[in-house]
């Protein structure tokens, strides 16, 4: 069975400081890999998506950055955290067939202080 | 112009009543699927039904329904006989192909459901 790892679960970084979130899909070959943002009390607004190694399209400008070193490796970066970038990290994936469900991580809740 | 609605930010409902989360949804694709997502104060976000723009039946998951009204852009979740453990958010969310992303989904932003005992 497929399962999708993300860590950490809690983080609290002050303004200026860097970013790395982990998240590993097992069980699984060439999945679609998505991060999304909830910021409290809103919906989830995607951030990046990756169809394969390598492959990373952002769907909004910001302070963040993806990297899919592997097949089923994603990464969520940042060189210089703001405020502005505290909020819930939802890993997912899919596979690569229409209107197939996304399966979740389970989060990370950052702070920027 | 918003893809998702959800114009219930909060509901209380008392427990094993029926409940209706309402969704309207945008879109100019033919083929869409329609998703409904659980949100837990822990945070995972957990599928509850889909249902697809060419479905010709409302899909249907033990107590979860979907009320899909085609014409009307509607897909409404149903929850029967409702329970404490029903307490969450809840997003209903669409994919289409004119969507971008990957076929990630839109989500709607959210209705806070809150059963009482």
């Known amino acids: 069975s497929q399962t999708i790892h993300q860590w950490p679960a809690t983080l609290v970084q002050p303004v200026g400081s860097p970013l790395s979130l982990e998240c590993t899909v097992e069980?699984?070959?060439?999945?679609?890999l998505y991060w999304y943002r909830q910021a409290a009390g809103r919906g989830l607004q995607l951030l990046f998506y990756?169809?394969?190694?390598?492959?990373i399209s952002s769907e909004v400008p910001q302070n963040l950055s993806a990297s899919r070193p592997q097949d089923r490796q994603f990464i969520l970066s940042s060189k210089k955290l703001l405020l502005s970038d505290s909020g819930f990290y939802l890993c997912a994936w899919r596979r690569g067939r229409a209107n197939e469900k996304l399966f979740f991580g389970s989060g990370t809740q950052l702070s920027v202080l | 112009a918003q893809k998702i609605t959800q114009t219930q930010p909060g509901m209380f409902v008392q427990e094993k009543e029926a409940v209706t989360l309402d969704c309207t949804y945008d879109t100019s694709d033919p083929s869409y699927g329609l998703f409904w997502y659980k949100q837990p104060s822990s945070g995972e976000m957990i599928f509850l039904i889909y249902?697809?723009?060419?479905?010709?039946q409302n899909a249907t998951e033990g107590r979860y329904s979907l009320n899909f009204q085609k014409a009307r852009k509607s897909a409404n979740l149903v929850i029967s006989a409702s329970q404490l453990g029903d307490s969450a958010m809840y997003f209903c969310?669409?994919?289409?192909?004119?969507?971008?992303?990957?076929?990630?989904?839109?989500f709607g932003k959210g209705t806070h459901l809150i059963i009482q005992p």
């Open positions: 969310a669409m994919r289409d192909r004119g969507g971008g992303g990957a076929d990630g989904l839109t």
């Open positions: 249902q697809g723009s060419y479905d010709q």
């Open positions: 990756s169809v394969g190694i390598g492959q």
């Open positions: 069980g699984t070959s060439n999945p679609n």
